[in-house]
């Protein structure tokens, strides 16, 4: 892990996006631990999608084509907004699952739709208040770009 953060620093992200980033593995790590008896993995990424579209309205393949992205790691690739967003999707789905135990593949896909609707709710408050899109086809070719809140 620190050689990964040296080397992500040396890429020029700021502290504050490598901060963000190793929070979202956090909460990642939560959610596949919560997973892991539920689903088998190979459906991780289909739930992780349902998490996806409930909270950018968007699949994670869209979101991937909107940043020019082919296969890099969507959420290295993600601004501050958008890795909160995400964030928030996926600790929600993981409070949720650890209080309703959905048993299976079913079950888990609705609870990944309810926890990525809460931050759908957020990111769509967020773009009204602000009347700027947090979905942005900033990529890490210019890290320092992803610390742009918004613009």
């Not at 620093?9 to 502290?15: A, I, M, N, Q, R």
């Not at 964030?87 to 135990?101: C, F, R, V």
């Amino acid at each position: 892990m620190k050689g990964q953060l040296l080397l992500t620093v040396k890429k020029g992200y700021s502290e504050e996006w490598i901060t963000q980033r190793l929070r979202i593995i956090e909460i990642r790590n939560d959610l596949t631990a919560e997973w892991v008896d539920l689903v088998l993995k190979e459906a991780y990424a289909i739930l992780t999608n349902e998490i996806s579209q409930a909270s950018f309205g968007i699949t994670t393949g869209e979101h991937k084509r909107i940043k020019g992205l082919k296969k890099e790691n969507l959420r290295d690739n993600m601004t501050n907004a958008e890795l909160v967003i995400n964030m928030l999707g996926e600790l929600a789905t993981t409070e949720i699952s650890k209080t309703e135990n959905p048993q299976g593949f079913e079950e888990s896909k609705i609870v990944a739709r309810d926890g990525g609707n809460i931050a759908g709710n957020a990111l769509r408050e967020l773009e009204e208040r602000t009347g700027r899109k947090v979905v942005s086809s900033k990529n890490s070719k210019n890290p320092r770009l992803l610390d742009e809140n918004l613009k």
